[in-house]
């Protein structure tokens, strides 16, 4: 699954959904997640969606009674909808979708999938059919409902299933969907009994593109899930009965697929295994039912989340169940002065001749204050060193330090731990960021580009500060330029800077790269050329900077 947005809910949608995680809101509760997610009610099968910056979670419901009793089979009648922002606080939409919204199914809301697609939310499900059943299966069937918002209202898209018994080269029994995108191909995976198949879908996502295909993976039993990260494919799946999660790889949909293992074991007092893998806002999670809630078991489930890892080869690492994963913060950072902290040194980070590295923090060495500026699209930034001029460029191969260049350059920041601070990407599509090489905490080390491991040596603080004052400029006389802010003026660009009221248009002696400043020294716009259009900043104090040299400019 590959989903990307940002910005899901209004300002004002997201006051409201911070009542509904206080009050409640239609007779839905709010969770506040450790492992379980939820415990106001027994879930199970889930999957994810992110969408805008959201995180969706789709979730069956276990409505079985306590263990003892002889109850052997499971009782479920409707699906509920979770959304979070920040992997802590979960509000739960309620029961918004049911058995009974499909006027042709009979019982049994099984697991399902929901992905978003022309402007609505489409939610594929396994249902048994009232009427449609051949010998030797259970009858189940897959049906899809749409509506325009994750939390409804849900309707049956189409008025009858999608796939049933009479589907050709269908399953005995028609479970557990799975929607993938593989570029404008969209496919449909399901199956259980060691049967598994796939199926194009048309870009209406209502109708079948093609016949029904064996997915030829030996070891699968049900639960299917496809998703891509560098360069591969990655199914997983459930394999044998009670379940452990395992994996294939392949380098297209179609194969050849190789064989991985296991990623999760059998689960405590839980027959079936039923994963989603998802990657939010910089972090891949492994979604997955146990029976930890109280009175939990076999059919008394209840939704986990844990960390994934990939290592440098993209092989998955097994998952560690813990209590839960840590509450982030999904908000944009603030542009301005920083000083830059590894969480488990408490060392700055410094640019040091050209190498950024950590040193013992020192609020008098510039060369450990940062600039930060938004990039041109969401949660991309610039790094400038205060003191040097020089942007923090990672590079994109394992092992290589981290560098510092004349030359701006764009990184992906996402917040890894609420408390512990932000993850510093090279490349982010490849999980490959910003580490202290051997969780070291000598003073002098250098960072590398390395592996996403979540340790707290690839964790980095942002602390607020205040950028030292610009020397008092004195009166140059080159029409509105008022002096050299900082340094020499000796670029040829700043010779002859001249500032035009009537166009608001800055303009400079000759064509270069330039930056345009507040006064706190914040990139306010950056370019190349001999025009600064300021049409749509309002007036002030500003300087331009080319090379290394600053000169200063009042903007009327």
Request: aromatic share 14%.
């Amino acid at each position: 699954m590959r989903t990307r947005g940002s910005g899901f809910f209004t300002t004002l949608e997201w006051a409201f959904f911070g009542l509904f995680c206080l009050f409640g809101a239609f007779g839905a509760q709010s969770a506040f997640a450790a492992n379980p997610l939820t415990t106001d009610f027994y879930s199970a099968d889930a999957a994810a969606l992110v969408h805008n910056d959201s995180l969706f979670i789709f979730a069956g419901h276990d409505e079985q009674g306590p263990q003892g009793n002889n109850n052997k089979a499971f009782i479920m009648n409707d699906w509920h909808v979770l959304v979070t922002d920040d992997m802590e606080h979960y509000h739960d939409y309620g029961a918004v979708l049911s058995v009974k919204t499909f006027k042709w199914a009979n019982a049994s809301a099984f697991a399902g999938h929901c992905e978003y697609r022309n402007g609505k939310f489409y939610w594929y499900v396994a249902v048994h059919h009232g009427t449609i059943k051949e010998n030797g299966s259970e009858g189940f069937a897959i049906g899809v409902a749409v509506a325009d918002h994750p939390s409804g209202p849900w309707k049956d898209a189409i008025g009858q299933a999608l796939i049933t018994d009479n589907t050709p080269n269908d399953v005995k029994l028609n479970i557990d969907p799975a929607i993938f995108y593989d570029g404008d191909d969209i496919w449909m995976y399901w199956g259980s009994w060691s049967a598994g198949r796939r199926v194009k879908l048309k870009e209406n996502m209502i109708e079948l593109a093609s016949t029904p295909e064996d997915i030829k993976i030996k070891d699968f039993f049900e639960a299917p899930w496809m998703h891509y990260f560098r360069g591969n494919y990655y199914f997983s799946y459930a394999s044998g009965y009670p379940s452990t999660t395992n994996y294939s790889m392949a380098p297209s949909l179609n194969g050849p697929w190789t064989q991985k293992g296991v990623i999760n074991d059998k689960m405590d007092n839980s027959e079936t295994n039923h994963q989603a893998i998802f990657k939010y806002l910089g972090h891949w999670y492994f979604m997955y039912h146990g029976a930890n809630s109280p009175g939990g078991w076999t059919y008394r489930r209840s939704v986990n989340i844990d960390y994934l890892y990939y290592d440098r080869d993209g092989l998955i690492q097994k998952i560690k169940h813990t209590d839960g994963v840590d509450p982030v913060n999904n908000a944009l950072l603030e542009e301005g002065g920083y000083r830059l902290t590894v969480s488990h040194s408490n060392l700055a980070l410094e640019d040091n001749d050209g190498i950024v590295v950590q040193q013992t923090a020192d609020e008098k060495n510039e060369a450990q204050l940062w600039v930060l500026a938004h990039g041109d699209s969401a949660r991309y930034y610039t790094l400038k060193n205060f003191a040097t001029g020089r942007y923090y460029c990672p590079p994109k191969t394992l092992l290589d330090t981290v560098k510092t260049s004349e030359t701006s350059c764009e990184i992906r920041i996402e917040n890894a731990s609420a408390k512990k601070g932000y993850f510093l990407f090279a490349d982010y599509d490849s999980d490959y960021l910003g580490d202290v090489l051997n969780i070291s905490k000598e003073v002098g080390m250098p960072v590398i580009t390395w592996v996403r491991t979540g340790t707290d040596n690839q964790k980095v603080q942002f602390a607020k500060a205040e950028l030292p004052k610009v020397e008092p400029p004195t009166d140059s006389g080159n029409g509105g330029t008022t002096g050299i802010a900082r340094g020499i003026l000796n670029a040829p660009a700043l010779q002859q800077v001249h500032y035009d009221a009537s166009a608001r248009v800055i303009r400079l002696g000759a064509e270069a790269s330039w930056a345009l400043l507040d006064v706190n020294g914040v990139v306010v716009r950056r370019g190349y050329g001999r025009e600064i259009q300021v049409r749509s900043v309002r007036s002030g104090m500003y300087f331009v900077r080319a090379a290394r040299t600053t000169a200063k400019v009042l903007v009327k």
